[in-house]
């Protein structure tokens, strides 16, 4: 998760830093592709990689005694590679969907960085379709991915119920650094993409705090 979490601000961060510290800030079609392509691929690859962390948590803390017997390591292989490769066909899809679109300039992204959003805004075509297709192949990833993890830590906590409170509370310690890190990224992504499309400023503040600040904490 670390090495992802590298890789996801290190698509961004680079440029964004050396586009603050030029006048003229250009980026080329196929760079702008290539960010795209990477921002999304170790994005979706992070949501899943924490999907499989929590329950991965879940059998540790609700089936202790069969931790070993479900959570086997050929189990544990094809779960990260499920989720590197979901990363890789949404990525994908993501690119297919930006190469056709026609472009008139002036190419002026209102962003710091290339995503599907602010290339809708200036291509030379209706893209309502498009802007569905990124709702459900993004936001509804986002959204689905939330609430299974929703939904596995109130498993947690009903099975602590009958725990002692030492018991729930190394429980929950060993969950809170989790916990935290899918609030800060998972509150702002679903904002950002499950939103209608508009030209509101916060919406780069929002975006800077899931691709910088979050995977800088």
Not at 65 to 90: D, E, K, P, T
Not at 135 to 154: D, E, H, M, P, Q
């Amino acid at each position: 998760l670390s090495l992802v979490e590298i890789s996801y601000s290190s698509t961004i961060v680079p440029k964004f830093i050396t586009d603050l510290l030029t006048k003229i800030k250009t980026i080329s079609l196929e760079g702008c592709l290539a960010q795209i392509f990477f921002f999304h691929f170790f994005g979706v690859t992070e949501i899943l990689l924490l999907v499989v962390m929590a329950y991965d948590r879940s059998v540790a803390i609700c089936k202790p005694l069969h931790y070993i017997n479900i959570m086997n390591r050929q189990l544990c292989h094809v779960l990260v590679a499920g989720s590197w490769l979901g990363g890789f066909f949404h990525s994908i899809i993501q690119i297919l969907i930006t190469i056709q679109l026609p472009f008139c300039g002036p190419n002026v992204i209102d962003h710091y960085f290339c995503d599907l959003q602010p290339l809708f805004k200036i291509a030379c075509t209706d893209t309502s379709v498009e802007g569905v297709i990124v709702l459900v192949n993004s936001g509804l990833i986002a959204l689905c991915s939330f609430l299974i993890l929703v939904t596995s830590y109130i498993v947690i906590l009903v099975n602590l119920r009958n725990r002692s409170a030492e018991g729930r509370r190394k429980a929950l310690s060993t969950c809170a650094s989790h916990i935290t890190v899918v609030m800060l990224f998972f509150g702002p992504a679903i904002f950002f993409y499950m939103r209608p499309s508009s030209t509101f400023t916060e919406e780069k503040l929002v975006a800077l705090f899931y691709t910088v600040v979050t995977p800088m904490l």
